[in-house]
């Protein structure tokens, strides 16, 4: 059983730039969530897919969208990047029930 | 509206004492109350759920509707148990779907 694994670990970009996160699900799991961690934060969710389809949407605007996959691997994509989008970005997978399994997580640096 | 609140960012104990990270919460209808765990250089990782009813490294947490707290106990404190600690919530039957969290409680346990 493989746990949950994103990449990159570390990227740095431009503002008004796009970005791509990708998120390998742990083995078996059908549900991705996204989550923002502001620095000294709670992380704060994001969005949700299951099954391909987003299933739930937090307080972010349209330029935060994603994608998943067959596989139930997921991107996170944000597009027109601002400083504040600087934060690590996790990716939790689970089943409908039960307990979220976290990556480690994409620190993204908006310079 | 949906809210965690952990009014201790820090707390500092020392070993052997007893330990008590505080947790309150304000969701309109039934939640389902999780503690997540992350150790220095570790990924966040599930502690325990309310609805398990278990006790975790010696950590328990008991739901108080009453007082909509879940606050997170152990006895006698380990120097291991120094991590930074987060409550969260989803609704009930939702599982670890769209988590919200608290700012999170930094513990450190001293020799």
């Known amino acids: 059983e493989t746990g949950v694994t994103q990449s990159p670990t570390h990227l740095i970009k431009t503002r008004g730039q796009q970005v791509t996160l990708r998120c390998s699900s742990q083995s078996g799991h059908n549900t991705v969530s996204w989550y923002q961690q502001a620095l000294g934060q709670g992380p704060q969710f994001i969005f949700q897919?299951?099954?391909?389809?987003?299933?739930g949407r937090g307080n972010f605007p349209p330029r935060f969208s994603g994608l998943q996959f067959p596989n139930y691997s997921s991107e996170l994509n944000v597009n027109a990047l601002e400083l504040d989008d600087s934060a690590l970005y996790l990716c939790a997978s689970s089943l409908r029930v039960g307990g979220a399994f976290f990556g480690q997580g994409t620190r993204l640096t908006v310079v | 509206a949906q809210r965690v609140t952990q009014p201790e960012k820090l707390l500092s104990v020392f070993k052997g004492a007893p330990v008590e990270l505080k947790c309150n919460y304000s969701?309109?209808?039934?939640?389902?109350l999780f503690w997540y765990v992350q150790y220095s250089r570790q990924r966040l990782q599930l502690l325990l759920r309310h609805i398990s009813r278990e006790s975790i490294k010696g950590f328990t947490a008991d739901l108080n509707k009453g007082e909509t707290s879940f606050h997170l106990k152990k006895p006698f404190a380990q120097e291991e148990d120094s991590a930074m600690y987060y409550c969260a919530l989803s609704g009930l039957g939702q599982g670890a779907q769209k988590l919200v969290f608290g700012q999170g409680t930094r513990l450190t346990i001293n020799p």
């Open positions: 969701y309109s209808g039934s939640p389902e």
């Open positions: 897919y299951y099954r391909e389809e987003e299933n």
